[in-house]
């Protein structure tokens, strides 16, 4: 014997006009299908961990309210995104122009392997940033409104 207040947490979640089925759950599987359609779960954006994704994210009007952020801690983050840019192009330079090599094929096997593989595992480590680098371009160009300075935002992207 039980009574109106020990009733089972699962019983007193079924829905008497479904069929017994937990209440969320539609009774014609069609009708599920239709309300999982209308309620898709909102995309994540996944980016790559680094100085230009920490300051694209500062820029969120979200973040900003949730981290309590000021627009000179946002101009000091996307500063420093700057410097960190400066600097590989600073590396980028000093090796293209002070190094001396030539780019010429080798008629070598050994060395044309070497090259071949090196090249594509530094392609398979610029990829994820070069994709976060278009997302984040691309989200700031759909959703402009969610960012305290959109411009901004885009070039970090471009970066």
């Given amino acids: 014997m039980t009574d109106e207040g020990d009733k089972d947490p699962q019983s007193a979640s079924l829905n008497a006009d479904n069929d017994g089925k937990p209440e969320g759950e539609a ?3 069609a009708d599920g299908e239709a ?6 779960a909102p995309k994540e954006l996944k980016l790559a961990a680094n100085m ?5 994210c500062a820029f969120m009007k979200k973040n900003k309210e949730k981290f309590r952020l000021k627009a000179s ?4 983050i996307y500063y420093r995104a700057l410097f960190m840019f400066m600097i590989q192009m600073t590396f980028i330079f000093t090796i293209l122009f002070f190094e001396k090599f030539d780019i010429t094929y ?3 096997t050994p ?3 070497c090259l071949f593989f090196t090249v594509l595992i530094l392609h398979w480590q610029c ?6 680098g278009i997302y984040m371009m691309k989200y700031a160009l ?3 409104d969610e960012f305290t300075h959109p411009a901004t935002v885009f070039f970090l992207g471009l970066v």
Avoid: G, H, M
């Fill in 106 to 108: 080798k008629n070598s």
């Fill in 111 to 113: 060395i044309n392997l």
């Fill in 73 to 76: 801690d946002q101009i000091d």
């Fill in 142 to 144: 759909c959703y402009p």
């Fill in 127 to 132: 990829l994820p940033e070069a994709r976060s």
């Fill in 52 to 56: 230009y994704t920490v300051a694209y």
């Fill in 27 to 29: 009774a014609n599987p």
């Fill in 35 to 40: 309300s999982q359609e209308k309620q898709k």
